[in-house]
Nanobody, 124 residues
Framework: QVQLVESGGGLVQAGGSLRLSCAASGRTVGSLTMAWFRQTPGKEREFVAG????????SLADSVKGRFTVSRDNAKNTVNLQMNSLKPEDTAIYYC?????????????????WGQGTQVTVSS
């Protein structure tokens, strides 16, 4: 069983930065495909960024390209989402997810494990 715990959310002004971390237990992140999704009230969960099994392939949503980066810290068994140049439309609950498969998908139903989410609020 894999457990995921997100941290690093908060309130930031537009143009600012936040770094989200997702700590995994029960399995090493190197053996998981990891992804970040976000959700706002009344909307479906949206893919933000991801890193395939072993970190060989990464992907970012068009809306965050050039502003967000996803990385792994194998020593800490975490996956991080660095968010720069934040915009009010980035406001959402951000979820970390993981799957034991090797392919990186943008569909939330492909992921087996989920964290509890962390709130990110960007003020204008």
């Amino acid at each position: 069983q894999v457990q995921l715990v997100e941290s690093g959310g908060g309130l930031v002004q537009a143009g600012g930065s936040l770094r989200l971390s997702c700590a995994a237990s029960g399995r090493t992140v190197g053996s998981l495909t990891m992804a970040w999704f976000r959700q706002t009230p009344g909307k479906e969960r949206e893919f933000v960024a991801g890193s395939s099994w072993g970190g060989s392939n990464t992907s970012l949503a068009d809306s965050v390209k050039g502003r967000f980066t996803v990385s792994r810290d194998n020593a800490k068994n975490t996956v991080n989402l660095q968010m720069n140049s934040l915009k009010p439309e980035d406001t959402a609950i951000y979820y970390c997810s993981a799957d034991r498969g090797g392919r990186l998908f943008r569909l939330d139903r492909q992921y087996e494990y989920w964290g509890q989410g962390t709130q990110v609020t960007v003020s204008s």
